[in-house]
């Protein structure tokens, strides 16, 4: 089973900011992974995929980098509706798929 | 646009089955795969397994023994069994489209089961 390690497991920050999330693989995923967006109460919602793709709708201030075993979300200008859990999934080898344990990024 | 709903018991007793149905609307489910998950509250999200259209599913191996996932063409739905529950298994559950056995483009909104006696 791969493991995926998010970090930090909580990150406080101002509106405005830029914040860069991490994902770590436990051995290489390619490009197979996703990001989400989960605010409380309700589902997750596609970010990224293919490691680099928005999702449909998603704002550009969304991007998605790395390959392998490392990679980031970041976004570049938080807004207020951005405050949520962010979690990276696998989809290089399964079952299972896996998540990270995911982000929060709460206010500053 | 594709929209998932789950139903089902809100509280289950330990020791019996847990059984959700996921009704799709806006699109047929004889294409694509179709997935559960469950996020325990407070903590993260765990794929359950899924099933696409010749009927053919895949399990997590630390559920394997204990789920079922079957699917309803004429209904348009697909359900979940997992039988011998515990407290453990207390979670929101959630149906997705898990589009071609990748990520996750649709999500009902999850529906909260307790198992409890």
């Known amino acids: 089973e791969i493991v995926m390690t998010q970090s930090p497991a909580t990150l406080s920050v101002s509106p405005g900011e830029r914040v860069i999330l991490s994902c770590r693989a436990s051995?290489?995923?390619?490009?197979?992974l996703a990001w989400y967006q989960q605010k409380p109460g309700q589902a997750p919602r596609l970010l990224i995929y293919?490691?680099?793709t928005r999702a449909t709708g998603i704002p550009a201030r969304f991007s998605g980098s790395g390959s392998g075993t490392e990679f980031t979300l970041t976004v570049s200008s938080l807004q207020s509706e951005d405050f949520a859990v962010y979690y990276c999934?696998?989809?290089?080898?399964?079952?299972?798929?896996?998540f990270g344990q995911g982000t929060k990024l709460e206010i500053k | 646009q594709v929209q998932l709903q789950e139903s089902g018991p809100g509280l289950v007793k330990p020791s019996e089955t847990l059984s959700l149905t996921c009704t799709v609307s806006?699109?047929?489910?004889?294409?694509?795969?179709w997935s559960w998950f469950r996020q325990p509250p407070g903590k993260g999200l765990e794929w359950i397994g899924y099933?696409?259209?010749?009927?053919?599913?895949t399990y997590n191996p630390s559920l394997k023994s204990r789920v079922t996932i079957s699917l309803d063409t004429s209904k348009n739905h697909f359900s979940l069994k997992l039988n011998s529950v515990t407290a453990a298994d207390t979670a929101v559950y959630y149906c997705?489209?898990?589009?071609?056995?990748?990520?996750?483009?649709?999500w009902g909104q999850g529906t909260l089961v307790t198992v409890s006696s």
């Open positions: 997705a489209r898990q589009r071609y056995g990748d990520y996750v483009d649709y």
């Open positions: 806006g699109g047929s489910i004889s294409i694509y795969y």
């Open positions: 099933i696409y259209s010749r009927g053919s599913a």
């Open positions: 051995q290489s995923v390619s490009s197979s």
């Open positions: 293919g490691a680099s």
């Open positions: 999934q696998q989809y290089n080898d399964w079952p299972p798929y896996t």
